[in-house]
C-alpha cells in the first residue's frame, strides 16, 4: 500500500489577525517576524485610539454591552484564543502569553480570531471575555423582488429562453 506524506505547511507571508471585544473588531496585519509584544501593543494602540468609541445605530445611549472598556497600559488587559472542539468555540478561553515569540513560531494561524479579557480595576483578575459576533445572515437582506409575467412580448425571469414564435405582421 502506498503512502503518501503531505507536504509541509508553508508559514504565512502575512499574518490577518482579528481582535474582538464587545461589538469591536480591531484587524491586525503583522509580518511573521513579528513578536506576541508587538501583537499586543498593535491591540492596546486600537484600543486607546478614538475610534473605539460604541457607536450606535439607534440614537439611543450605548448599553453596558457597546462600551468597551478603558485601558491605559499593557497590563490592563490579556488576549486570548478561543478553545474550539470539533471547529466549534466551548465558551473557555486561553490567554496568550506575550512574550518575544515570534508569530511563526508560536502556533497562531495565519487568519485567527483573538478575544480581549479585560482586568476588574480592583481585583486584578481576568474577567470573561464579551463579546459578539456577527450574524450568520444579512438582517437587512432585501425580499427578492417578485417576478412579473411576460407583458408585451418581453419575457419574464421565469419564461427566459422559453419564447414562442411572434406572429408576422
Same mark, same amino acid.
Given at each position: 500500500m502506498l503512502t503518501?506524506? +503531505? $507536504? $509541509?505547511?508553508?508559514? $504565512?507571508?502575512?499574518?490577518?489577525? +482579528?481582535?474582538? =471585544?464587545?461589538?469591536?473588531? &480591531?484587524? !491586525?496585519?503583522?509580518? $511573521? =517576524?513579528?513578536? !506576541? #509584544? %508587538?501583537? @499586543? +501593543? %498593535?491591540?492596546f494602540d486600537a484600543l486607546t485610539s478614538d475610534v473605539a468609541e460604541p457607536l450606535t445605530y439607534t440614537g439611543l445611549p450605548p =448599553?453596558? #454591552?457597546?462600551?468597551?472598556?478603558?485601558?491605559?497600559?499593557?497590563?490592563?488587559?490579556?488576549?486570548?484564543?478561543?478553545?474550539?472542539?470539533?471547529?466549534?468555540? =466551548?465558551?473557555?478561553?486561553?490567554? &496568550?502569553?506575550?512574550?518575544?515569540? %515570534?508569530? @511563526?513560531?508560536?502556533? !497562531?494561524?495565519?487568519?485567527e480570531v483573538l478575544f480581549v479579557q479585560f482586568r476588574d480595576k480592583k481585583s486584578g483578575l481576568l474577567l470573561p471575555a464579551r463579546f459578539t459576533l456577527p450574524p450568520i445572515d444579512d438582517e437587512e437582506e432585501d425580499a427578492a423582488p417578485p417576478l412579473r409575467s411576460s407583458i408585451g412580448g418581453t419575457p419574464s425571469n421565469t419564461t427566459l429562453g422559453k419564447r414562442k414564435a411572434r406572429e408576422q405582421e
Open positions: 503518501f506524506k +503531505q $507536504p $509541509p505547511r508553508t508559514q $504565512p507571508k502575512v499574518y490577518l489577525l +482579528q481582535v474582538k =471585544t464587545h461589538k469591536l473588531s &480591531i484587524h !491586525l496585519t503583522l509580518p $511573521p =517576524t513579528a513578536t !506576541l #509584544a %508587538e501583537l @499586543k +501593543q %498593535e491591540a =448599553t453596558e #454591552a457597546d462600551v468597551v472598556p478603558r485601558v491605559t497600559s499593557l497590563e490592563d488587559f490579556e488576549l486570548c484564543r478561543a478553545v474550539k472542539e470539533k471547529g466549534k468555540m =466551548t465558551g473557555e478561553f486561553v490567554v &496568550i502569553e506575550t512574550d518575544d515569540l %515570534e508569530l @511563526k513560531l508560536s502556533g !497562531l494561524s495565519g487568519w
